[in-house]
Structure formats: C-alpha cells, structure tokens
C-alpha cells in the first residue's frame, strides 16, 4: 500500500465516486433491439496535440494483487496490462512499459492501443495508424487514417467511406467495399453491402448473400436478422430458421433467445418453440445458465427451463461471474452479494460494486474504491483516488499525493 502521505482527500473521493456513478451503467440492455454488425469499426477519442496536455497532479501507477503499488505513479494516464504490456501515457505521448515498470517502447506516440495476437496499433503525429510488435518494431507501416485491433488475424480498414480488411502482414486481403463491417468472430464478419446485410468469411466470401436489413454475427449457429423491422434467425446456410415475427431479440445463449412479443419478453429455442412464455418486462442472459428478469419493477433469476431460481424481489441484479453476483436493495441503496442458486452471501454493503474476476471484486468500501473477496471480506483496502480491474496481475492506481 502506498507509504504516508499517499492516502486520498475525502473530497477527492467524493469527486471519484461521483464520476464513477455518473459513468458506469449497472443495468445490461434487456434486450439488443437493434443489432446488425456487432460493432462498428470505432478508434477511441483521439487526444489532442502534445500541447494541448498538462501534467496530471494526481498520476498513475500499478498495484499487485495484494494492493503493493509496484509500478510508481509516474503516468498521466494508463491502459490495462495485456500480452505483457500496458500503454501509459506521460504528458501528450504514448508509450509501453512491462510488468516491472520498465520502458519498452520509447513514450513517443500521439496515441496507442494494447496488444492483440502480437501487435499494437499506434498513432503518429502526422495522424497516420500502422502496427509494431512487441519491439517497437514497425511491422504495419503507419499510412492508415482508420483500423481496428486485430481479431482472427484480420484489422480492419476504412478507406474514404469504405471498409475492408488487411492481415497480418499488412496485406490487404479483403477490399475496402463496405459501408458497415464488423469484427471476425468464428471466422466470420457481418457486413454490409448495397444498403443489406450478409455474412463473409475470411477470404471475403459470401457466406449468406447481402439480402437483410440486419444481420448480426451468428452466436451458436444462428445470426439475428432484422425484416421489415421485426428479428428472426438464420442459420449457416443463409436459411430463415426462425420467422422474424418479434419486435426484439437477443443473440442465443445455451439454446435460448430472449425476444419480444406484444411488449413483453419471453425465451424461444432454435426450434422456435416457447421455452419460457413472453411475460417479463425485462430478460436477459446473465451468464452460467441464468437468466435475470423482472416484473413490476423486481428482479429475479430464471434458470434454462424457466424455473425461478432467485425470486423476483431485488431492485437490481448484475450478471454472474464465477458463480457470484450482486444484488441492489433501493431502500438501502446497497448492493450485497449472491450466488447462482440465489443464497445470500452478504447483506447490502456496497454502494458501488463491478463483476467478480479470479477470486476478488472492485468495490466502493470505507468511502473508497478496494477489492473485496468471494465473501464480501476487503482485501485491498481503499488508499487511494481510483482503482481500476486487475489484468495480468496487475491493476492501475490512481495516487494521491499532498
């Protein structure tokens, strides 16, 4: 934990909290109501000119798992650690350090990305994107104005107005012809081409012809399209598996579907038969076989056959991850902990809380942000300004220094 002097000012963390409530949205999306590609090619916020920027008076750091900070607070803003590296930042430039700190690759970016399958995408100051591996090393040269991170060895490419795809070698292997691409998941990629939606391979060949309004990357061998306004499915062979009869629908998940009928949700399976009627205001999939959902405004957890598992009395639940979730009580405005088969962990404790991963969770506890375990028991106290998710062993702190 930070030394004396590092421990935060009570009016800091209030301005903390206060963003992180204003910022992070504890409600999933009942249902995706209007999904083609999954996502569009999208770059973060670009920063502004070298400067445009000050230095932060409160910098950024890394701490290990059992909240030691190991990498000082040097950085005016950090990414999560992956493939063994993070992105920091130091006044207007980007740059990489390892997991002990040490500077790879030289801070001298107008902006980076983390690594994905071997390579970072970088932005120079003549704004032109390109990629370098581990090094530093140019591997893509950087003359792209727009590319996305690499997925199934493919990045994808905007050129004017245009998308296509480059592999790994800076190759481009799928011309620029789309007006809408998504990622490639599976070896697939919905795309968009002459105002409709179909599905292409890697290769860039059509595996379901451009012929809807909206067709989303298939999950468990079914893609979600939109006709005429209402979601049905397809399967691999571009075939209408499931009518598009519903004003709203989810991907599969476990066989199941949730979708809408007259205003109300239900879940159907890949044969289109009712698994669970459509009589919730909200359903959604929460992961590890359940579903979360709600009538009259209280939550509540169905399982794949619709048996309710956790009954329909909580103002709120998150998704379930390693068995646990959270639950939210609007007279106490807490949330406590619970487990799949609806047992309660801990009474409402938390104000602020984020999903369970390798064992611990972030939470606002003692008027700070820490880690509580399985349990609900705090083992890394709050001390200091903001404490982001654990990656690779590594979580970035924000300290406070007088």
């Known amino acids: 934990m930070p030394g004396p002097g590092c421990w935060p000012n009570p009016n800091q963390v209030t301005l903390c909290l206060f963003v992180f409530l204003l910022f992070s949205a504890c409600r999933p999306d009942a249902a995706d109501r209007d999904t083609g590609t999954s996502d569009q090619l999208s770059n973060a916020i670009l920063p502004p000119p070298e400067e445009d920027f000050s230095e932060e008076r409160y910098r950024w750091g890394f701490v290990d798992p059992s909240g030691k900070l190991v990498i000082p ?27 002990r700190g040490t500077t790879v690759i030289p801070i001298q970016y107008k902006g980076a990305w983390s690594f994905s399958e071997g390579l970072a995408r970088v932005l120079t100051f003549e704004d032109k994107m390109g990629f370098i591996n581990y090094k530093g090393e140019w591997v893509i040269a950087a003359q792209w104005e727009e590319i996305s991170d690499f997925e199934e060895g493919r990045a994808r490419i905007r050129v004017e107005d245009r998308y296509g795809y480059m592999d790994r070698s800076g190759a481009i292997v799928i011309e620029p012809q789309y007006t809408n691409a998504s990622k490639f998941e599976k070896g697939m990629a919905s795309v968009q081409y002459l105002g409709r939606y179909g599905l292409i391979d890697t290769s860039g060949q059509f595996l379901i012809k451009p012929t809807f ?49 007259d205003g109300l949700y239900g879940l159907i399976n890949t044969q289109n038969d009712w698994v669970v009627p459509a009589q919730y205001e909200q359903l959604w999939y929460a992961g590890e076989t359940r579903w979360v959902v709600a009538q009259d405004n209280k939550f509540g957890c169905i399982n794949e056959k619709g048996e309710v598992i956790i009954p329909l009395m909580y103002d ?18 807490l949330w406590g902990i619970i487990n799949k088969n609806g047992d309660v962990i801990t009474p409402p404790l938390y104000p602020l809380v984020w999903p369970f991963k390798d064992g611990m969770a972030r939470a606002v506890v003692n008027d700070g942000i820490g880690f509580i375990n399985t349990r609900g028991k705090v083992i890394i106290p709050p001390g200091f300004l903001e404490l982001r998710e654990f990656a690779e062993n590594r979580a970035a702190a924000q300290v406070y220094r007088q």
């Open 316 to 333: 709120q639940l998150y998704g379930f991850s390693e068995s646990l979730s959270f639950y939210y009580l609007d007279a106490q405005k």
């Open 213 to 261: 309004e909206k067709l989303a990357t298939p999950h468990e061998g079914l893609g979600k399209i939109r006709k005429e306004g209402k979601f049905g499915f397809v399967n691999l062979a571009g075939e209408l598996q499931i009518p598009a009869n519903y004003m709203a629908a989810s991907d599969f998940e476990e066989g199941l579907a949730a979708v809408v009928m």
């Open 73 to 99: 607070d040097f950085y005016d803003e950090v990414r999560a650690f992956s493939e063994g590296l993070a992105v920091v930042r130091q006044k207007g430039k980007w740059g990489f350090i390892d997991r």
